[in-house]
């Protein structure tokens, strides 16, 4: 089975669009990620699968803190700066802070998590983290379905 054929039928599992920020040496990493899953209530904890070559591994290794913002549908611009997709164009992105991490303004949920397990699985690490502060806003979901962003379509009786 070829690469092509494996993200084609994973692209099928719509998903939201996340960026993953840790911060080391008060520098601030982002990454996109839509590979993020709630994974326990009691503790709270979600996964995120990282890729041995994002320049997010190591720091997130070592800062051993994470957050999780889930982007909002106007937010798609942020999903391709985060990705690299933009990278001719240098922006400028600021943050906020919950419990002293940087989260994304405007993001429809902000998850602060410390690292509680990481398991290293073919090419990627899963970071388990325990969730130790979240922030929500109103809006709709950013969504990534057949390598494509997409936004819900309204609902018509
Ligand atoms: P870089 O390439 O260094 O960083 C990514 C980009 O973010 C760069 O352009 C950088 O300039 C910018 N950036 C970082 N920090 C800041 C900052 N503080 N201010 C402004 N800009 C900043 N990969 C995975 O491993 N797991 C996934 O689940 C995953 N899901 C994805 C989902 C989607 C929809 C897309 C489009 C990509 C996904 N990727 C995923 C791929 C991943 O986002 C890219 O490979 C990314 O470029 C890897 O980032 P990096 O950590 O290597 O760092
Ligand atoms: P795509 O067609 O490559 O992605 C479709 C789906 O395939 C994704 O939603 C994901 O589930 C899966 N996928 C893609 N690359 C993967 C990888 N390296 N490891 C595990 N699963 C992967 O969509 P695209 O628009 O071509 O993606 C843009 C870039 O972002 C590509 O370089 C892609 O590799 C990367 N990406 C990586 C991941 C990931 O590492 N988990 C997820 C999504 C996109």
């Given amino acids: 089975m070829d690469d092509r054929q494996f ?3 994973m692209g099928k599992f719509a998903t939201g669009v996340t960026v993953v920020t840790t911060e080391l040496n008060g520098e601030v990493h982002g990454m996109t990620a ?9 503790p ?4 995120v699968s990282i890729g041995e070559r994002a320049r997010l591994l190591p720091k997130l290794k070592e800062a051993n803190k994470f957050t999780v913002n889930i982007l909002a549908s106007d937010q798609q611009e942020i999903s391709m700066i985060f990705a690299g997709q933009l990278k001719d164009q240098k922006k400028t992105v600021s943050f906020e802070r919950l419990e002293g991490q940087a989260v994304i303004p405007g993001a429809l949920a902000q998850v ?7 398991h290293v699985e073919g090419d990627h690490t ?3 983290g325990k969730v130790i502060d979240i922030r929500l806003e109103e809006g709709d979901p ?6 494509r962003y997409r936004t819900l379509a309204e609902e018509t009786n």
């Fill in 142 to 147: 950013l969504v990534f379905f057949s390598g």
């Fill in 44 to 47: 709270k904890l979600v996964v």
């Fill in 112 to 118: 602060v998590c410390e690292v509680s397990a990481e």
């Fill in 126 to 128: 899963l970071f388990i």
């Fill in 34 to 42: 839509n590979a993020f899953m709630s994974v326990s209530l009691d």
């Fill in 7 to 9: 993200r084609n039928a």
